[in-house]
């Protein structure tokens, strides 16, 4: 078997793909997880900066 035979059949199975990753996304259930993964960067942020105990001339509101 070749790409003649699976060829046509790829960009239907990357759209599916997609579409799936897209609805579960969008999901509510998973907003919890992916606000989290947002922060990630943040929390070490501030765990740098109480190891440090500088505020790096920032000040917290």
Same mark, same amino acid.
């Given at each position: ?9 790829? #960009?239907?199975?990357? =759209? @599916?793909?997609? @579409?799936?990753?897209? @609805?579960?996304?969008? =999901?509510?259930?998973?907003? &919890? ?7 990630? #960067?943040?929390? /070490? /942020?501030?765990? /740098? ?5 500088? /505020?790096?001339?920032? &000040?917290?509101?």
């Amino acid at each position: 078997m070749s790409y003649e035979v699976y060829g046509p059949y790829l #960009p239907v199975l990357m =759209l @599916i793909t997609f @579409i799936g990753l897209f @609805i579960w996304v969008l =999901l509510p259930g998973n907003r &919890k997880g992916f606000d989290e993964a947002s922060n990630l #960067p943040f929390e /070490d /942020d501030e765990q /740098d900066q109480r190891t440090l105990g500088t /505020d790096n001339g920032r &000040k917290e509101q």
